[in-house]
């Protein structure tokens, strides 16, 4: 899913912060299709899309603007153990209208539809740091059966997302 709205405000704190107060295992409705993969490859290129623009009190501009979102990381996941897994990512050089600033990271157990359709992730940010590769170790709970597959989508400063990959975890 594509940012469809921005809030023009002092920054990406906004957009950070709505990261932020996400819980760490919050359950969902899976919105994505068991991937089929173990890897994906960084996009290449930046989107380009409309968006409809709101100003805080007092300020006024444009109601819709051109948007820069950045291009989808590529991913490997692999498992150290049954409950922790090293996701590698890997970007593009891209041009500063749609670098990536952080990447938002989730593994779990893609939900068997047949039991459940609740899809319970942990999830993690992690800074790029003006970095093009990178990895991460993320902990799954021991009371849920081990993950199975890792998600990840890229974050522009100013809060333009990526749309998500998913891949399988290689045991």
Known sequence: MRLQHIIRTSGAVAALGFVLALPASAPATTG??????????????????WATVSYPPGQSGPRRRKIAD????????????????????T???????????????????????????????????????????????ITYASFFAPPDVALASAFAAKGARSHVVAVLIRR
């Open 32 to 49: 994505f299709p068991r991937p089929t993969t173990y890897r994906t490859t960084p996009e290449r290129a930046c989107h380009y899309e």
């Open 91 to 137: 970007l593009t050089d891209l041009p500063a209208a749609c670098k990536v600033a952080y990447l938002l990271m989730s593994v779990g157990r893609y939900p068997d539809r047949a039991k459940t359709k609740e899809w319970l992730p942990t999830t993690t940010q992690v800074l790029t740091h003006g970095r093009l590769k990178g990895s991460a170790r």
């Open 70 to 89: 950045p291009g989808a990381p590529g991913l490997t996941a692999v498992a150290l153990s049954s409950h922790v897994i090293r996701v590698n990512w």
